[in-house]
């Protein structure tokens, strides 16, 4: 049976995909085995003033490899004399990926803000 | 040549849209998601594998290009699995599950996973709802209908294996009430295929071991337990578990994959009723 221009078009790119997702799959199966890592970047620049607190925007990366679950974090800052504490927890931050967050304090907070990894689970 | 051009645009996106009906339901199952960056890589290379095997088989034995030779077959099978590989890119973009901030990994395991359901719909669509087929296809040997039936299996269940409702009805069912569930879908698969009578086909009995309505159930049970037992696998519920869950979840979706690979079976059909394909 004769092919003709859409049926060979159909056939080269779903070559060229399986091809792509095989080798990408391949690839990771081959160097994917860090362990979960949660890294924090967090944008004071953008905190602003929300409607019930200080809220500085944050971006959760996982650096490792393998899928954290149940990730909490737990951010400290001090605010108007005193220390207070954020706590968030991201669902399922797998390997490699970026979470936005967000923490939030009563208040603008003086100083650093600290960010510390409460724990998580490895699904 | 326009004409022949116009009909492989339409066999196209038959398949394609017959991809996506079938594949929707698991596009929006978040447990998929999450398999496809909690799986290992090679555990989503293993499933593709095994559903390319499945679209391959599935199309030498419904295929309605009854002149084509092996290598046609491998390149049909192999634009299913690409078409959904494809389809299952494009709607995780279009539902927001892949963007700029998704790893490669996590990316790839969840095209990857998702591609199988939306293959399996892109040939079912190409072979069997094609309308420009015109009856009279021969009937299928007992053997091909339980290959068949292993597609259909693995195709139902598919939609159960990730999910948690799966594994709350396997770890809490009681031994006796797994017998229960054994026996149920035995008989339940039984009725479908053999005396509902969908679509009218009738079913001629031969003398083969496997020609019996009962060999047939208990064939193709045996094989969706094994579809189940690989997909739990796969999906890591065996993992820590005991040995009774294992066989509770094992049974429990072998009631899905057993429906799935009945009504596989109804589709290709049994003997003529002449039964000239002997």
């Known amino acids: 049976m004769k092919r003709n221009a859409v049926e060979w078009a159909v056939v080269i790119v779903a070559l060229l995909s399986i091809a792509l997702l095989v080798g990408v799959l391949v690839v990771e199966a081959f160097n994917g085995s860090r362990p979960p890592d949660p890294s ?45 504490t954020s706590e968030l927890e991201v669902n399922f931050l797998p390997g490699g990926t970026e979470v936005e967050i967000a923490f939030s304090f009563s208040a603008a907070p003086t100083g650093e803000v600290t960010v510390r990894l409460v724990g998580y689970r490895v699904p | 040549m326009n004409e022949s051009l116009t009909e492989s645009a339409r066999d196209f996106i038959r398949a394609a849209a017959g991809g996506l009906v079938i594949g929707l339901p698991l596009l929006y199952t978040m447990e998929v998601w999450w398999h496809g960056f909690i799986l290992p890589p090679w555990k989503v290379l293993l499933l593709l594998g095994v559903a ?30 690409g078409l959904g590989v494809v389809i299952a890119f494009v709607a995780l973009l ?3 599950q892949i963007d700029g901030s998704t790893s490669l990994r996590d990316a790839a395991g969840k095209v990857g ?7 399996f719909g892109a040939s079912l669509a190409a072979t069997e709802l094609g309308g420009d087929e015109s009856g009279g296809r021969s009937g299928t040997g007992p053997f091909e209908r339980v290959l068949v039936g292993a597609g259909g299996a693995l195709l139902f269940a598919l939609n159960l294996a990730p999910t948690e409702e799966l594994v709350m009805l396997g770890i809490v069912a009681s ?17 479908l295929v053999f005396y509902a009578d969908f679509g009218g086909r009738k079913r001629v009995k031969g003398d083969g071991p496997l020609e019996h309505p009962w060999s047939e159930t ?15 696998w796969a999906f890591g519920r065996t993992d820590d578990a005991s040995g009774q869950s294992v066989a509770g979840m094992t049974v429990m979706l072998a009631v899905m994959a057993s429906v799935g690979a009945a009504i596989a079976r109804l589709l290709v059909g ?9």
């Open chain 2, 218 to 232: 208990l064939a193709a049970y045996a094989v969706s337990l094994g579809v189940a037992l690989l997909l739990l």
């Open chain 2, 52 to 81: 390319y095997l499945i679209v391959i088989a599935f199309n030498a034995i419904s295929g309605f290009r009854r002149e084509r030779t092996f290598t046609e077959l491998i390149v049909d099978s192999t634009a299913a699995l």
């Open chain 2, 113 to 119: 996973l998702e591609a199988i359901p939306i293959a």
């Open chain 2, 175 to 191: 031994p006796g009430l797994l017998i229960v569930v054994v026996g149920a879908t035995l008989l339940l698969t039984l009725a």
């Open chain 2, 270 to 278: 049994g003997h003529d009723e002449a039964g000239q394909d002997k």
């Open chain 1, 40 to 84: 924090i970047e967090l944008r004071q620049s953008e905190a602003h003033q929300g409607t019930l607190g200080w809220i500085v925007p944050a971006t959760v990366t996982n650096v490792g490899d393998q899928a954290a679950e149940a990730v909490v974090l737990e951010a400290t800052a001090t605010v108007e004399g005193e220390e207070e």
């Open chain 2, 94 to 96: 279009v539902l927001g």
